[in-house]
C-alpha cells in the first residue's frame, strides 16, 4: 500500500434503524468507510443490504424515523475538518419506557441547515430511475440550467444555454437542443440518466455519489453509462462513491470496493486484487464472484 | 409551439366532450320532466294555474310535442339562455333574469367556502407533516367533528353564537352585533361569512380535502426529484409548488359538486338570496321553469369546473397533453 | 393498523351496530305519533320515566329517535344496494371491457357524475310525489359513478396482475375471474367503504330535507331531521329537543363514515 493521504470523506460506525411494523429494524449497523480525493469508492451489496442507506446517510437524505441514530461522518475540505453530525440530537432516549425517540422535526432542521451548504458544491448525487430523478414539469435544459447558474451565478442567459447545451453534449446525447427543450416522459430512461448526470456534474461537486445508476436500464445502455462515468471522472479527477449490485460496473470503475451484506462491511478489498483473484476472499463476495464468471480466487473460511 | 398547438387542441377536444355533456344532462333533466305521473303539465304546475299560463308552459317545454321534439325544442330556447318565465315565485320575470344573480352569490359562497377550505387543509398539512401515532387523536377528533351535515353545523354554529352573544354580550350590558340573532334577515355580508365557514366545517369536506392535500404534499415532499433538486443544492420550493398546481386544481374541481349540494341546504338556513335558496323556494312553490334552469345552471357550473380544471392541468402538466394527444 | 385506528373501529362499529339494531326494531315498536302529543308534560328535562326527556309537545324524544331510524334505514339500505351492485357491475365492465360497450358505460357514468346530487334530488321531488325511498332511488343512482370510478381503477390494476392473467390462461372464463377473484375477493373493502358512504348521505339528505320540511318526513312523524327543525321554536334554555337528534345524526353519519374506511382498510391489510 503507498502512503494514502488524508481521505475527503471518511464515515465511521455509522448505524441506521427504521421503525416497521414490526419493531425497530437496525439496517445499517456500524459502518466505516472513506474516499479519498479524486478516487472511486465502490460500494457492492444486493438489495437491503444498506448500501445506498449509507450513501444517502453521507448526502444528509435519510429518510423517515428514526434514520440515522449513530456514527461519524467527518468531511475534509482544504485541510478544514468538519464533522457533519456533531451536536446533532441524534436518539432521545427515554429511560426505562418504549424504544429511543428521535425528535426528528428538529433533526431535519439541523441536517438541512448543516448539508445545504455541501450540496451540489461539495457533493452531489445521480440515483436509479432516473426518469423520477427528474422534474416531471419541467424541461431538461430547465433543470440543466437551474444546476449551471447555481455553479457560475455570473453567467448571462445566452451563456447559461450554452454551458447546458456543452454539457448535454459531453453525457453525449445527440441533438443537445432536442433534449434541452423536452421533457422527462419525452426521453429513453438512458437519456434521462445521460441528463441527470450532466445536471450533477453542471454543479461540479468534490464527490459524486452514483446510487445504482445503471439499475432498470438495458444492458447495452448500462454499458454506455459506466463507460461515460470512466470517461468524465478521468477528465475531472473527481471523487466518487458507485454504489451498485452488478460487480463487473464496480470493478470496472472502482479502484477500492466495499462489500456490504445485511447491513454490515463484509469485506474491503482493492480492484485490482479483485480482479487478479489476489488474497483470500469472503465467502460472500466469492459468490458474487462466481455468480459473474470471474476468478474467485481462494475463500476464506 | 408544438406543445401549444397540443394544448390548444386538448383544450378543443375537452370543450366537444363538455357540450357532449351538457346535451346529456340537459336530456336526463328534461325526461324527469317527461316522467312525471299522469298529466305531466298538471304534475308540475302548481293548483289552480290558469290554462293559458299552462298552454304557454306546454308550448315553452314542449311538452304538447313528443319527448324528443319536445326535448330538442326545448334544448334550442334553453341554449339561448331562455328558461321561460318564473309562475310563482316572480310571475311573469325571465328565470334567467332571477337565476344569475343568485347564481352569481352562490358561486361566489361556495367558491370562497371551497378556497378557504383548501387553505385551511394545506396549512394544517403542512403544519402536521409526516403522519405519527400522536396524532391520531387530533385527527380523529377532526373527521368527528366535520362529518357533521352542513345544516347540522349550521345550527350549532348560530345557537352557539347566539347563546355566546346572550351569555357574554347582552347579560354583560354591551351593545349586540349586527348579526345577532343568527340568522339574520339583513343586507350584511356577515350571513354569507357563517355561510362560508358553516359549509368548511360541514358535510366532511374538510377531512377529505385534509387528507387528499396532505397525501399529495407528502408524495411530492418525498418524490426522488425533490431529493435530486436537493442534492444538486437548488431551492425545492418551486419545484414543489409547481408539483402541487395539478393536484390542488383536481381537488378544488372534484369537491365543488360537494360543496354546491351543501350551500343548497345552508343558504335556506342562514336564508342567503343565493341559487339555492332560490331552488328551494321555487320548488316549494312548484314554480318549475325556475327549478329546471337552476338545475340546468348548476350541471352547468360543475362541467366547467371540470373543463377548467383539465384546462390548467393540461397547461401545467406537460404529460397531459401526452397522454390524450 | 394502530391501536388507535383499532378502537376506531370498534367504536365506530358499536354505533353502526346500535343503529341498525334499531333500525331493525323500529317498525315493529307501535308507536301513534298522534296519541304521544300531550301538553301536561311539555318540554320536561330528562328523567327516568323519559330518559331524552320531552319536546315541544310533549313527546317523548327517546322514542321519537328510535322511531326516526325508520325515516333513513330501509331507504339508506336500499341506496347503498343500488349503488354498490351496480357500481361495482358497472366498474368491472369500464375496466375489463374494450370497443363501444366500454365508451357507452364510460359515456353514462360520466353524464350521471356531472349531475349534482341534491339539485338534482330537488328537481325529481319537485315533478314527483316526493318520499324518502324515492330520494334515496335517485341518491343510490347518483352514487353509481363514484363506486364505478374506484372500482374501475381497481379492475384495471389487478387486470394485468400474474395471478389474474394465470387464472384466465389457466381456463378459467374472464367473467367468473372478474366476479369471483377481483370483485368478490378484492374489491369487498372498497364496496363496504363506498356502502357505509352511500347510507351516510342518504342520512344526510333524509334529515336535511326533513329538516326544510316539505320534501323529507313530516310531522308529526318522526326523522331526526324534523326533530332538529324544532330549534326554529325552542326557547333557548330547553336544547335538548333539537341537540339529542343532532347530536345522533352527527354520530351516526360520523360512525358509518369511520366503520366504513377503518373496515376498508382492515380488509386491504388482510387481503395483501
Known amino acids: 500500500m503507498t502512503a494514502t493521504p488524508e481521505p475527503m470523506l471518511q464515515v465511521s460506525d455509522l448505524v441506521i434503524e427504521f421503525d416497521t411494523s414490526a419493531g425497530r429494524r437496525r439496517v445499517v449497523d456500524g459502518v466505516s468507510f472513506s474516499v479519498q480525493q479524486g478516487e472511486v469508492l465502490?460500494?457492492?451489496?444486493?438489495?437491503?443490504?444498506?448500501?445506498?442507506?449509507?450513501?444517502?446517510?453521507?448526502?444528509?437524505?435519510?429518510?423517515?424515523?428514526?434514520?440515522?441514530?449513530?456514527?461519524?461522518?467527518?468531511?475534509?475540505?482544504?485541510?478544514?475538518?468538519?464533522?457533519?453530525?456533531?451536536?446533532?440530537?441524534?436518539?432521545?432516549?427515554t429511560p426505562n419506557r418504549g424504544p429511543v425517540r428521535k425528535d426528528d422535526r428538529r433533526w431535519n432542521r439541523l441536517v438541512q441547515?448543516?448539508?445545504?451548504?455541501?450540496?451540489?458544491?461539495?457533493?452531489?448525487?445521480?440515483?436509479?430511475?432516473?426518469?423520477?430523478?427528474?422534474?416531471?414539469?419541467?424541461?431538461?435544459?430547465?433543470?440543466?440550467?437551474?444546476?449551471?447558474?447555481?455553479?457560475?451565478?455570473?453567467?448571462?442567459?445566452?451563456?447559461?444555454?450554452?454551458?447546458?447545451?456543452?454539457?448535454?453534449a459531453r453525457v453525449k446525447l445527440h441533438e443537445p437542443a432536442r433534449v434541452h427543450a423536452s421533457y422527462a416522459h419525452e426521453l429513453s430512461g438512458g437519456m434521462c440518466q445521460r441528463a441527470m448526470i450532466a445536471i450533477a456534474l453542471a454543479r461540479q461537486p468534490r464527490l459524486l455519489i452514483a446510487d445504482e445508476p445503471t439499475t432498470g436500464l438495458d444492458t447495452t445502455v448500462r454499458q454506455e453509462i459506466v463507460e461515460l462515468f470512466q470517461e468524465l471522472l478521468a477528465a475531472e479527477r473527481r471523487a466518487m462513491m458507485y454504489i451498485s449490485h452488478d460487480i463487473r460496473e464496480v470493478l470496472f470503475l472502482a479502484r477500492e470496493i466495499i462489500v456490504m451484506r445485511h447491513g454490515r462491511i463484509v469485506e474491503v478489498v482493492a480492484a485490482e486484487d479483485l480482479k487478479a483473484g489476489r488474497g483470500r476472499r469472503h465467502p460472500y463476495t466469492a459468490t458474487l464472484l462466481a455468480a459473474a464468471d470471474l476468478p474467485v480466487g481462494e475463500v476464506a473460511s | 409551439m408544438n406543445r401549444l398547438l397540443g394544448l390548444v387542441l386538448l383544450a378543443g377536444r375537452r370543450l366537444a366532450g363538455g357540450l357532449l355533456l351538457l346535451v346529456g344532462a340537459s336530456f336526463l333533466i328534461y325526461f324527469t320532466i317527461r316522467s312525471a305521473p299522469g298529466d305531466a303539465i298538471d304534475a308540475i304546475t302548481p293548483m289552480g294555474t290558469p290554462p293559458e299560463v299552462k298552454e304557454k308552459l306546454a308550448a315553452d317545454f314542449g311538452l304538447d310535442q313528443p319527448p324528443l321534439a319536445g326535448y330538442v325544442t326545448w334544448l334550442g330556447r334553453s341554449a339561448t339562455g331562455d328558461f321561460g318565465e318564473s309562475l310563482v315565485f316572480a310571475p311573469g320575470e325571465q328565470v334567467m333574469t332571477i337565476a344569475r344573480p343568485a347564481f352569481k352569490l352562490t358561486l361566489l359562497v361556495s367558491g370562497g367556502a371551497l378556497l378557504l377550505c383548501l387553505f385551511l387543509a394545506t396549512a394544517l398539512a403542512v403544519v402536521l407533516g409526516e403522519p405519527s401515532p400522536r396524532q391520531q387523536l387530533l385527527t380523529g377528533a377532526l373527521y368527528f367533528v366535520t362529518a357533521a351535515p352542513a345544516f347540522v353545523a349550521a345550527i350549532f354554529f348560530s345557537q352557539g353564537m347566539n347563546a355566546f352573544v346572550r351569555r357574554f354580550v347582552e347579560d354583560a350590558g354591551y351593545d349586540t352585533p349586527p348579526w345577532y340573532p343568527i340568522p339574520i334577515y339583513s343586507e350584511s355580508v356577515m350571513p354569507y361569512f357563517f355561510a362560508g365557514i358553516v359549509l368548511v366545517a360541514g358535510d366532511g369536506l374538510f377531512m377529505d380535502m385534509l387528507n387528499t392535500v396532505r397525501a399529495e404534499i407528502l408524495a411530492v415532499r418525498n418524490a426522488q426529484f425533490i431529493a435530486a433538486i436537493r442534492a444538486k443544492g437548488a431551492s425545492t420550493l418551486p419545484h414543489t409548488f409547481r408539483n402541487l398546481v395539478v393536484p390542488f386544481v383536481s381537488a378544488f374541481a372534484a369537491r365543488l359538486p360537494v360543496v354546491l349540494g351543501g350551500v343548497v341546504i345552508v343558504e335556506y338556513v342562514f336564508t342567503l338570496d343565493g341559487a339555492g335558496y332560490l331552488?328551494?323556494?321555487?320548488?316549494?312553490?312548484?314554480?318549475?321553469?325556475?327549478?329546471?334552469?337552476?338545475?340546468?345552471?348548476?350541471?352547468?357550473?360543475?362541467?366547467?369546473?371540470?373543463?377548467?380544471?383539465?384546462?390548467?392541468?393540461?397547461?401545467?402538466?406537460?404529460?397531459?397533453?401526452?397522454?390524450?394527444? | 393498523m394502530g391501536r388507535f385506528s383499532r378502537i376506531g373501529l370498534w367504536l365506530s362499529g358499536a354505533i353502526v351496530l346500535v343503529v341498525v339494531l334499531l333500525g331493525v326494531?323500529?317498525?315493529?315498536?307501535?308507536?301513534?305519533p298522534a296519541d304521544a302529543v300531550s301538553y301536561d308534560r311539555v318540554l320536561e328535562v330528562p328523567s327516568v320515566s323519559h330518559v331524552l326527556g320531552t319536546d315541544e309537545q310533549g313527546r317523548d324524544i327517546a322514542m321519537r329517535l328510535v322511531k326516526g331510524t325508520e325515516a333513513f334505514f330501509l331507504p339508506g339500505l336500499m341506496a347503498a344496494g343500488i349503488a354498490v351492485l351496480v357500481g361495482a357491475l358497472a366498474g368491472a365492465v369500464a375496466g375489463y371491457a374494450t370497443g363501444p360497450v366500454r365508451a357507452v358505460i364510460v359515456g353514462a357514468l360520466q353524464?350521471?357524475?356531472?349531475?349534482?346530487?341534491?339539485?338534482?334530488?330537488?328537481?325529481?321531488?319537485?315533478?314527483?310525489?316526493?318520499?324518502?325511498?324515492?330520494?334515496?332511488?335517485?341518491?343510490?343512482?347518483?352514487?353509481?359513478?363514484?363506486v364505478a370510478a374506484v372500482i374501475r381503477r381497481k379492475v384495471e390494476a389487478l387486470g394485468s396482475e400474474d395471478y389474474i392473467l394465470a387464472h384466465i390462461a389457466h381456463g378459467f372464463h374472464s367473467v367468473w375471474v372478474i366476479l369471483y377473484h377481483i370483485l368478490w375477493l378484492q374489491c369487498w373493502p372498497?364496496?363496504?367503504?363506498?356502502?357505509?358512504?352511500?347510507f351516510g348521505y342518504v342520512?344526510?339528505?333524509?334529515?336535511?330535507?326533513?329538516?326544510?320540511?316539505d320534501y323529507g318526513?313530516?310531522?308529526?312523524?318522526?326523522?331526526?331531521?324534523?326533530?332538529?327543525?324544532?330549534?326554529?321554536?325552542?326557547?333557548?334554555d330547553a336544547p335538548w329537543p333539537w341537540l339529542v337528534p343532532a347530536a345522533a345524526i352527527v354520530l351516526t353519519i360520523s360512525g358509518f363514515l369511520a366503520f366504513g374506511n377503518l373496515a376498508a382498510r382492515r380488509g386491504e391489510e388482510a387481503i395483501r
Do not use: H
Not at chain 1, 441547515?113 to 451540489?120: I, Y
Open chain 1, 42 to 93: 465502490g460500494i457492492l451489496g444486493e438489495s437491503g443490504s444498506g448500501k445506498t442507506l449509507s450513501t444517502l446517510a453521507v448526502l444528509g437524505l435519510v429518510p423517515g424515523r428514526p434514520g440515522v441514530v449513530g456514527g461519524r461522518i467527518d468531511l475534509v475540505l482544504d485541510d478544514r475538518r468538519e464533522a457533519l453530525l456533531a451536536d446533532l440530537p441524534t436518539v432521545v432516549s
Open chain 1, 113 to 168: 441547515r448543516r448539508w445545504r451548504p455541501l450540496w451540489g458544491r461539495v457533493m452531489t448525487a445521480v440515483f436509479q430511475n432516473p426518469r423520477q430523478s427528474l422534474d416531471p414539469l419541467m424541461t431538461i435544459g430547465a433543470q440543466l440550467d437551474e444546476s449551471v447558474r447555481l455553479a457560475e451565478p455570473t453567467l448571462g442567459r445566452l451563456e447559461v444555454r450554452g454551458r447546458s447545451l456543452d454539457w448535454l
Open chain 2, 279 to 325: 331552488l328551494l323556494e321555487a320548488s316549494k312553490q312548484r314554480d318549475f321553469p325556475v327549478v329546471v334552469g337552476l338545475s340546468v345552471l348548476f350541471t352547468l357550473a360543475i362541467i366547467v369546473m371540470n373543463l377548467l380544471a383539465d384546462v390548467v392541468r393540461a397547461a401545467v402538466d406537460p404529460r397531459e397533453v401526452a397522454r390524450n394527444g
Open chain 3, 25 to 32: 326494531v323500529a317498525p315493529f315498536i307501535p308507536y301513534e
Open chain 3, 111 to 146: 353524464l350521471l357524475d356531472t349531475l349534482p346530487r341534491l339539485v338534482f334530488i330537488i328537481l325529481v321531488c319537485t315533478i314527483r310525489n316526493p318520499s324518502v325511498t324515492l330520494i334515496a332511488f335517485v341518491a343510490g343512482v347518483l352514487f353509481i359513478p363514484t
Open chain 3, 190 to 198: 372498497i364496496m363496504v367503504r363506498q356502502a357505509a358512504y352511500v
Open chain 3, 203 to 213: 342520512l344526510f339528505v333524509e334529515t336535511g330535507l326533513s329538516y326544510l320540511g
Open chain 3, 217 to 236: 318526513v313530516q310531522e308529526p312523524d318522526p326523522s331526526w331531521g324534523n326533530m332538529v327543525a324544532q330549534v326554529r321554536s325552542l326557547p333557548p
